[in-house]
């Protein structure tokens, strides 16, 4: 099992309320002490974030949450990349992150830069075509973030655009995300900074992560409010 590198973990950024809604989840009151002490550890955490009853709270009663965007967006995402049949915390921990970064909860602010952002790859091909080094890693991450993003959690969005306007089809961006990643991953950063591996997971689980994000798009705040 790969370990999340620590730049995209979402565990690292849990919060105190994040460890007090698990902690009200799983154990009685009386056992908090060795509930946080087991927690703790990494391995620990992430088996109890494996657990269902923490995936039905979240989705059971979510106008009640106080939980972060970092463990509101792991929790679906692994769990829906499970349902997959792909186990990689890692990945989890990448896309959960990423979920968490550009996509809100709040009914109000749902889409924050997305779509907003670029939404045509030609954008990214020109720049690509001016950079090099860490700055080149960099754009070719933002640019398979983005259309992961737009095709996972946005379907519909790419639907319209294809219908409307004779844009391209969700299989094109899924395809210029994976081409992204699958650079990305061949970079000397990426190798030196530990995300070679998970990028190059990402680029061979792409469609079936994809289609894992369509499920999480269905569970989130903002779609069912």
Do not use: W
């Not at 590198?5 to 908090?32: G, K, M, N, W, Y």
């Not at 949450?65 to 990448?94: G, Q």
């Not at 992961?148 to 094109?172: K, N, S």
Request: glycine share 4%; with cysteine; net charge negative.
């Amino acid at each position: 099992m790969m370990e999340a590198p620590v730049l995209f973990s979402c565990t690292d950024r849990f919060e105190e309320r994040d460890f007090v809604f698990l902690t009200s989840v799983i154990v009685e009151q009386t056992a908090e002490v060795a509930f946080r002490r087991f927690v703790a550890d990494p391995e620990g955490l992430y088996l109890i974030l494996d657990d269902e009853r923490i995936l039905r709270a979240v989705l059971e009663s979510p106008a009640l949450l106080n939980v972060s965007s970092a463990l509101y967006f792991y929790v679906l995402v692994r769990h829906s990349l499970k349902r997959s049949s792909i186990d990689e915390i890692a990945l989890a921990e990448y896309l959960g992150a990423v979920l968490a970064e550009r996509v809100s909860v709040n009914p109000a602010d749902a889409l924050k830069g997305i779509p907003a952002g670029f939404v045509h790859t030609v954008d990214f091909l020109g720049m690509l075509d001016q950079v090099s080094g860490n700055t080149r890693y960099e754009l070719l991450v933002a640019a398979g973030n983005q259309f992961l993003v737009l095709t996972g959690i946005f379907p519909d969005f790419i639907r319209q655009r294809a219908e409307r306007h004779g844009a391209p089809c969700i299989a094109y961006y899924e395809s210029f995300a994976r081409s992204s990643y699958h650079q990305a991953s061949d970079c000397a950063i990426a190798r030196r900074c530990g995300t070679s591996e998970m990028f190059d997971t990402l680029t061979q689980v792409l469609p079936e992560a994809r289609k894992s994000l369509n499920h999480v798009a269905d569970s989130l705040l903002f779609l069912a409010s």
